[in-house]
């Protein structure tokens, strides 16, 4: 089963406002910036034989003044295209005091720190991300154009407007736990073995490291359960008279172990992190069914 806490997130190009209906690369104008988030996309346009290439994909995420735009080649179904390799530009304006770029996925080859802001780079993944922080609106428009390949020679465009956000009452420095877990074998006679893997994101849903972070585990109902043992590096050590076991040695950002479990059909963790550096204790209770 999986749990999630996250912020949320806007999914540009979807739809425009939450009821509108509008279908993805539909374009906006006009745009409007008095609404949380305001966005379009629209397809380039380029030969009508090719139904390969179609547009950009991408999802938005904004909280507490900082941002996370994912963005992707898509065919003509909206399935995600493969892009690494691809060369990818970004041309950001508007009020660019405050953003900070920082990229995922992207190697930059070029950055003319000017205004507009014109970066360019090659993805090294199949989604790259552009994130960090923002206190006015600005636009980006990104450009994914394929040297090689099965659609050498053609590219994809999409503009974004951004608008300001809604920050009453938020904790940029939140983080939360995200946790899921898989039913596997086990050693016979009623016990069963489950994986759980966890990590920690921030508010914008980006990845926390979990280097020199103390984390525990307790198993929180009556259950019969043994063999507590770490995936991703690292020894779980249970604390004696208690359901309670520490994690030591661990190098790992998403964090994998494995129990067993005998005669339940449903179980349950709760995970506890504390990041270094920091007082606060993150902790989700994760289910696990199918025993």
Known sequence: MRSESMWPSCHLGDTVTENAGIKRRTVLKGAAWSVPVVAAAVATPFAAASVTLEGVGNTLSQNCGKYRLDVWPEDSNFGKLPMTGA?????????????NPT???????GDDHGSPRTITGTATADTVSILGDQQGNFTSSVKISFPSGPNAGKSVSANFGIGPQYVSGCNPSRNVVKSSSKVGGGSGNGWREAQTTFSIANAIGSGVSLQNATIWIEFLDSEEFRNVTSVTGGTWTGRAGT???DLSGNTANEVKFTAE???????????NVKLAGSNAVVSVIETITGL
Do not use: H, N, P, Q
């Not at 990229?103 to 080859?109: A, C, E, Q």
């Open 261 to 271: 479990y005998k005669a339940v059909t449903t179980a349950r963790v709760k995970i």
């Open 103 to 109: 990229f995922s996925g992207l190697s930059i080859t």
């Open 243 to 245: 359901r309670i076991y």
């Open 87 to 99: 060369t990818v530009t970004f041309v950001l304006e508007g009020d660019l005091s405050s953003l």
